[in-house]
């Protein structure tokens, strides 16, 4: 009877896929906080007081926090410039993410800058974001190949749109890692439209995943609203990697609630298709009841958690707001790394907003 009873309690457990509550607790914070930052700072880019560009990556968090939740810190993260909750996530710095965005000398890249084009490889194996899709991808494939080569128990990890798996780029990483067995995890994030063109327009299967065939690696295809779905996936994926076990490819479908960029309104994504996602498929919104349901969280401990990451905002508004602008003379500074200028202490300029 008690094996009985403990086989019914572990069960019931699985739906938590062996996070401890601590755990889930963060990852509704990093979801929350991905969502909070993404609202705020589309509104001030909409009243004219940011500047640049914005790239939101709201509807799909789900995908950004739950593939990079089974990363290690030594594990290599190569993000698009949607892709901004993931970089969060792995552990870039709210405030420095903030001064990046106003060119300012904490950025990560002190000023020479302006928006999520950024990363920050020797402190938390984050590959700056390059534009020209999916160029991160043989960059990974690289990294891999270091790792591999060396010895290390290390994982590559990089994220695309389902628009960029028509470039010969992709196939040719893909390619390549499966050839060497590289220890790399490939993450699609299938927003079912790329810049205006449907899935049916940008490819002949019915799935992404089931591309992975053709290089004989495993393509797993999950749902990107259930961040828990997606977390045990890649989980599987990165230990398969780090265990020598090859590449795999991840589909993670869902829909994104802006468009290509601040400007783009979206309007070929039908409107019936994005009011069922942000009414019914909105992974923070589903998290959270997920967690309340079962006991995890509860008003009080929400209304903490959403009072903590409003904190956190407004710190690393007045964080980017005090940091100074970059010192003119330093624009060639930094050219080559026997320069020292990334490994030293950035230069206070002067210079007020504008």
């Not at 050839?179 to 449907?198: C, D, G, K, M």
């Not at 624009?331 to 206070?348: F, I, M, N, Q």
Request: a negative charge.
């Amino acid at each position: 009877m008690a094996t009985r009873v403990k086989d019914k309690k572990a069960a019931a457990e699985q739906w938590r896929v062996g996070l401890s509550d601590d755990q889930l607790k963060d990852i509704l914070h990093k979801l929350k906080l991905c969502r909070y930052f993404d609202e705020r700072m589309e509104a001030l880019y909409r009243q004219g007081r940011l500047p640049g560009a914005i790239y939101s990556g709201r509807g799909q968090e789900g995908t950004h926090v739950g593939v990079v939740y089974p990363l290690h810190d030594d594990d290599s993260l190569f993000p698009t410039h949607r892709d901004l909750s993931a970089q969060l996530t792995k552990g870039l710095e709210l405030r420095r993410v903030m001064a990046q965005f106003w060119g300012r000398i904490d950025g990560y890249t002190r000023g020479r800058d302006g928006n999520s084009h950024i990363g920050d490889w020797q402190g938390n194996r984050t590959w700056t974001v390059m534009s020209h899709l999916p160029i991160a991808y043989p960059v990974a494939c690289g990294a891999a190949l270091a790792y591999k080569r060396r010895g290390e128990p290390r994982v590559a990890m990089a994220i695309c749109g389902d628009g960029a798996t028509s470039n010969g780029r992709w196939h040719e990483a893909l390619n390549v890692s499966a050839i060497f067995e590289l220890p790399v995890v490939w993450v699609v994030n299938n927003n079912q439209y790329a810049y205006s063109a449907p899935n049916p327009l940008e490819f002949p299967v019915p799935t992404i995943a089931e591309r992975a065939q053709a290089y004989r690696m495993p393509g797993v295809r999950v749902d990107g609203a259930n961040v828990l779905d997606v977390y045990q996936a890649t989980g599987e994926a990165v230990d398969r990697a780090r265990d020598g076990g090859g590449p795999t490819l991840i589909e993670s479908v869902s829909l994104r609630w802006r468009g290509h960029a601040g400007h783009d309104p979206a309007k070929y994504v039908p409107k019936e298709l994005l009011e069922d996602y942000m009414q019914n498929k909105d992974p923070v919104k589903r998290f959270e009841e997920l967690l309340r349901s079962n006991g995890v969280v509860d008003d009080t401990t929400v209304k903490e958690l959403d009072e903590r990451i409003q904190r956190e905002f407004e710190d690393g508004y007045e964080f980017a707001q005090n940091s100074p602008f970059p010192e003119p003379g330093d624009v060639t500074k930094g050219l080559w790394v026997e320069d020292g200028y990334w490994t030293s202490e950035p230069g206070r300029g002067g210079g007020t907003q504008t």
